[in-house]
């Protein structure tokens, strides 16, 4: 059972992101607070659900949340201060457009850089543990998936309206026989050097 809140009575923001581990695309971050005596039966962390699951959820959270909002970070600036940096980058994104002030995030996973005043704590696998944080999970999923289907139509070789940008042997194989995009993130090793062993 997912917990509602960390503190009562508190606005919190639960934050997290989707993309780290890509090759190509840019990472999205989502910053959701919800109502304190939220509930909703299929709310769960985005790697629990079907895809279908996830995208009959996103207009509810839409609905429901106090304030939601998506961050976005090109691949261009990850290459140039980092996945970690960026993912953090995403979030700080999110909330800075979220309506309503939060008093506190709560972030998945264990590193963050503190945004302007408001405190935050980490949470280690928190998409598992709050109703916030599952439905960053399901909105950053969700619009991650819809722009890496757009970048398929313009780049069908890559597959990515299937891996949706991350390291399968496909992509790999495909990066060997087709190069890069400017969507692929040039400082991640893109291609498998084992693969070079078997040609």
Known sequence: MLLPYMESGRIEAGCDEAGRGCLSGAVFAAAVILPQDY???LLNDSKQLS???RY???P???QDALAWAVGIVS???IDQINILNASI???HRAVEQLSLTPQHLLIDGNRFKPYKEIPHTCVIKGDGKYLSIAAASILAKTYRDDYML???K??????WDKNKGYPTKEHRHAIELYGTTPYHRQSFRLTDPQLKLFE
């Open 150 to 152: 757009q970048l398929h």
């Open 75 to 77: 691949p261009q600036e």
């Open 60 to 62: 509810i959270i839409e």
């Open 56 to 58: 009959a959820l996103r």
């Open 51 to 53: 895809e279908k699951q």
């Open 39 to 41: 509930y909703h039966p």
């Open 154 to 159: 313009q780049h069908p070789q890559y597959a």
């Open 89 to 91: 980058l995403a979030m």
